[in-house]
């Protein structure tokens, strides 16, 4: 299926819709969930208009990798986290919900996820506290 440019990731990219965005530079965004699994938890996409992983040109896959690197770093020191989970799901098959890539960037570890997948909204004003720290912990490591 080709892709579908009004799922909710694509409208984020055109700032159709709001979003707590903690990252941004040419290749990649990153943003608060609004479903968190645990506190902290970001969602990094590529500019690159691609379903899964699979429908990513190998030559945008180590810029958008570094972004991926450098927003774990960050949730991890803003997060005071020892540990950051990176999940992946490519395909409806896999559990992905959005059509647009996305790694998820959760800190803990996979015993400390608290909530199921894409299931509960977290309090709108503690997600925009945590994308702050995030952003500060980025900010430093400039
Ligand atoms: P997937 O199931 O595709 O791997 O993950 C999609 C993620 O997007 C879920 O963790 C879900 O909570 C999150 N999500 C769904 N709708 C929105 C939205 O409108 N804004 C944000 N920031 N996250 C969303």
């Not at 990649?28 to 699994?37: E, N, S, T």
């Not at 647009?100 to 997600?127: C, K, N, Y």
Request: net charge negative; charged share 15%.
């Amino acid at each position: 299926m080709p892709y579908q440019t009004d799922n909710i990731f694509a409208r984020i990219l055109r700032q159709e819709i709001p979003a707590q965005i903690v990252f941004e530079n040419d290749h990649a965004l990153a943003f608060m969930d609004i479903m968190p699994q645990a506190p902290g938890h970001t969602l990094v996409i590529p500019k690159y208009p691609a379903e899964t992983l699979l429908d990513l040109p190998a030559e945008c896959a180590g810029e958008f990798l570094q972004a991926v690197q450098t927003v774990a770093a960050a949730v991890k020191q803003a997060m005071n986290a020892e540990g950051i989970v990176l999940m992946q799901l490519n395909g409806p098959a896999a559990g992905q919900t959005v059509p647009h890539l996305h790694f998820h960037v959760i800190p803990g570890s996979i015993a400390t996820l608290r909530q199921p997948h894409a299931h509960t909204p977290a309090d709108p004003e503690q997600i925009r506290q945590i994308a702050e720290s995030i952003r500060a912990a980025m900010a430093s490591s400039r």
